[in-house]
């Protein structure tokens, strides 16, 4: 379990919580520096974690990507284990193209390529700079079931494996032919009148109504390495909607083809 950390503010709040809740209060956190960096940041999240994780500062230059693909290569016990990076976003006003302009969309990009490795965006839409003093009490699953294929499964097994999870379902958008038996967890089915965006947008609204609940929503992505690039519209549909919506975090993760 990483934290990416490129300030402390309600985004890194956001993942601090996140990162303790699945990780049962271990991860590491890094930062590295950059144009407007905080140069109190060691010092303020020190005191904002009670000194566990110390935050790994890095050199002024450094490369982010290079950072976190040494941190996982670190991080990892066996070549087999699965890492999830935490990616705190924190955005002034809901702009897809300030967001696509920013290093953050770049190691997404990077690390969907990147064998065993899960990337969780916590994102948050404000001007506050520091964090608001209060998190979420509860955490709900869901993941995007498109079908029972092997994408779909390789996100439930990981879904399964996180603890800290208050409630952890399935959600399918239109009419299946396929029962719940064949992922092994309760599926909802939701409506599809138009827009998948509209309709997941629908359905994640109805848990967030909840204030004390945050909402990850779990995305089976097929990967094609040969042309680093997604395959799927339907996932860059769904990370398109779901980016600047509160108290949701969006877990990606890649299967390579």
Request: glycine share 8%; net charge neutral; hydrophobic share 45%.
């Amino acid at each position: 379990m990483l934290v990416f950390a490129e300030a402390l503010d309600v985004a890194a709040e956001g993942a601090v919580w996140y990162a303790r809740r699945i990780g049962e209060g271990e991860f590491s956190a890094v930062h590295v520096p950059g144009k407007a960096t905080d140069s109190g940041i060691y010092a303020r999240w020190f005191e904002f974690t009670g000194g566990e994780p110390r935050l790994d500062v890095r050199p002024p230059g450094s490369d982010p990507t290079k950072v976190v693909l040494g941190e996982i290569a670190r991080l990892r016990a066996a070549p087999d284990d699965v890492v999830t990076v935490v990616l705190p976003e924190q955005f002034r006003k809901r702009s897809l193209l300030a967001a696509a302009q920013r290093a953050q969309f770049r190691l997404k990009l990077r690390l969907l390529t990147e064998p065993n490795v899960v990337v969780a965006d916590v994102p948050a839409v404000t001007s506050e700079r520091r964090p608001e003093g209060h998190v979420p009490q509860r955490l709900v699953l869901r993941v995007v079931a498109g079908a029972p294929d092997a994408p779909t499964r390789r996100a439930v097994e990981y879904a399964q494996s996180l603890p800290g999870v208050d409630e952890l379902r399935g959600l399918y958008f239109g009419e299946r032919d396929w029962s719940d038996d064949e992922l092994g967890i309760p599926v909802d089915d939701a409506p599809l009148p138009g827009r998948l965006g509209d309709a997941i947008l629908t359905e994640v609204r109805k848990l967030t109504a909840d204030p004390q609940a945050a909402v990850n929503i779990i995305l089976p992505e097929r990967i094609d390495t040969g042309l680093h690039r997604l395959r799927s519209r339907r996932a860059i549909a769904i990370k398109r909607c779901l980016l600047f919506e509160p108290h949701v975090i969006l877990s990606s993760v890649p299967t390579q083809a």
